[in-house]
């Protein structure tokens, strides 16, 4: 009994300390000159230099798709998310636009802006103007948002739909109780109510509409092709539960997902119930792990080889090639998988 209350008052300690180490990251970040490079807190470096660099001697790859991970916190409660609120910091807009325009120097032509809930952030405002400039200024091929839908308003069509190419929506099952045992809800609002409504705004402001769904032990047994072909998304991205070290499993996890996993031949039998739906893009937890560019709120690329997500510098002190030989990145894998699709508006003639 001691030593499981001792085990949930450390647990406790160390989210208290990483949500000082994100306050203490944004003070810094508000104190120093942006032209100078500023080592941000919460780095962990699990190899030692020489080591790191060695095992990532080959040429840098290429920043084709990144996912920014810009915010990490989140309205919704998921049991199995990956990517915690374990700091509350956001990059000044300025400092973001800094770096994204240096991922358009290094190769980028697809951004995809996700979190946490990016539609927190100044009530989406913040994540507007990035999709603005990423499509205005940088004239990106693709830009995209992943988002629980929760908190996205027409008004934000109005203002900012022309400059956005993809909009997906997490859903995870289209049996509200479900939904509720997952953790994808808040309060009474019924989330597969509002992915309809969603669907709607992005046929009237020329959004392709995007769905991505967890497979987990509470929606494995589901069928979902009547729902799924309603909704004619261009894409039903169906990822398999994933555990991550410090994120949704371990000690220093804010998340307990093993409850969540699911089995290769559990995956597989439900990708097979639903072979026939065109648009299903399957994403095993071998695919995944090492197949994604993610950067983190300080703008680091994240490591998710061994498990847990390792950061490399930030791209805003060392650069784009020089961060991202430490991501783990598997180029071959990202191609394999179809990473690289038809990702813009303009070219997926879309009968809007």
Same mark, same amino acid.
């Given at each position: 009994m001691q030593l499981a209350l001792l085990t949930r008052l450390l647990s406790v300690g160390r989210a208290v300390l990483a949500a000082l180490r994100?306050?203490?990251?944004?003070?810094?970040?508000?104190?120093?000159?942006?032209?100078? $490079?500023?080592?941000?807190?919460?780095?962990?470096?699990?190899?030692p230099r020489p080591q790191r660099e060695q095992e990532w001697d080959d040429a840098a790859p290429t920043p084709t798709s990144v996912n920014y991970h810009f915010t990490r916190?989140?309205?919704? =409660?998921?049991?199995?998310?990956?990517?915690?609120? !374990?700091?509350s910091f956001v990059l000044p807009l300025e400092?973001?636009? %800094?770096?994204?325009? *240096?991922? =358009?120097?290094?190769? *980028?032509?697809?951004?995809?802006?996700?979190g946490g809930e990016p539609f927190l952030q100044d009530r989406g405002e913040f994540v507007g103007k990035l999709v603005q400039f990423c499509k205005q200024e940088l004239e990106l091929p693709s830009v995209s948002?992943?988002?629980?839908?929760?908190?996205? %308003?027409?008004?934000?069509?109005?203002?900012?739909?022309e400059y956005l190419?993809?909009?997906?929506?997490s859903c995870d099952s289209f049996d509200e109780d479900v939904n509720v045992l997952i953790g994808r809800h808040q309060g009474k609002k019924n989330h597969v109510e509002n992915l309809h409504k969603l669907r709607q705004w992005?046929?009237?402001?020329?959004?392709?509409? !995007?769905?991505?769904?967890?497979?987990? %032990?509470?929606?494995?047994?589901?069928? *979902?092709?009547?729902?799924?072909?309603?909704?004619? $998304?261009?894409?039903?991205?169906?990822?398999?539960?994933l555990l991550i070290e410090g994120e949704n499993s371990g000690e220093d996890a804010l998340r307990e997902a093993e409850k969540f996993v699911i089995s290769d031949e559990d995956f597989d039998r439900f990708l097979d119930r639903h072979k026939d739906i065109s648009c299903l893009v399957p994403e095993s937890n071998q695919k995944m792990r090492d197949s994604y560019l993610i950067l983190d709120e300080y703008m680091r690329?994240?490591?998710?080889?061994?498990?847990?997500?390792? $950061?490399? =510098?930030?791209?805003?002190?060392v650069g784009v090639e020089e961060a991202i030989k430490f991501s783990g990145f598997d180029e071959k894998m990202f191609l394999k998988r179809g990473?690289?699709?038809?990702?813009? =508006?303009?070219?997926m003639k879309l009968d809007w």
């Amino acid at each position: 009994m001691q030593l499981a209350l001792l085990t949930r008052l450390l647990s406790v300690g160390r989210a208290v300390l990483a949500a000082l180490r994100g306050r203490l990251g944004a003070l810094c970040w508000s104190l120093a000159p942006l032209s100078l $490079p500023l080592p941000l807190p919460g780095w962990r470096d699990s190899a030692p230099r020489p080591q790191r660099e060695q095992e990532w001697d080959d040429a840098a790859p290429t920043p084709t798709s990144v996912n920014y991970h810009f915010t990490r916190q989140c309205n919704y =409660k998921c049991g199995f998310c990956f990517h915690t609120a !374990k700091t509350s910091f956001v990059l000044p807009l300025e400092e973001a636009k %800094r770096g994204l325009a *240096m991922l =358009k120097e290094g190769g *980028m032509e697809k951004i995809n802006f996700s979190g946490g809930e990016p539609f927190l952030q100044d009530r989406g405002e913040f994540v507007g103007k990035l999709v603005q400039f990423c499509k205005q200024e940088l004239e990106l091929p693709s830009v995209s948002i992943v988002s629980n839908g929760s908190l996205i %308003r027409k008004q934000w069509f109005q203002k900012y739909g022309e400059y956005l190419d993809i909009l997906a929506i997490s859903c995870d099952s289209f049996d509200e109780d479900v939904n509720v045992l997952i953790g994808r809800h808040q309060g009474k609002k019924n989330h597969v109510e509002n992915l309809h409504k969603l669907r709607q705004w992005c046929r009237e402001y020329a959004v392709a509409f !995007k769905i991505n769904s967890v497979i987990n %032990r509470f929606n494995v047994e589901e069928d *979902m092709n009547e729902q799924i072909k309603a909704l004619n $998304p261009v894409r039903w991205k169906v990822f398999q539960c994933l555990l991550i070290e410090g994120e949704n499993s371990g000690e220093d996890a804010l998340r307990e997902a093993e409850k969540f996993v699911i089995s290769d031949e559990d995956f597989d039998r439900f990708l097979d119930r639903h072979k026939d739906i065109s648009c299903l893009v399957p994403e095993s937890n071998q695919k995944m792990r090492d197949s994604y560019l993610i950067l983190d709120e300080y703008m680091r690329f994240l490591n998710c080889r061994n498990g847990r997500k390792e $950061p490399s =510098k930030s791209i805003l002190d060392v650069g784009v090639e020089e961060a991202i030989k430490f991501s783990g990145f598997d180029e071959k894998m990202f191609l394999k998988r179809g990473g690289k699709y038809v990702w813009s =508006k303009a070219d997926m003639k879309l009968d809007w």
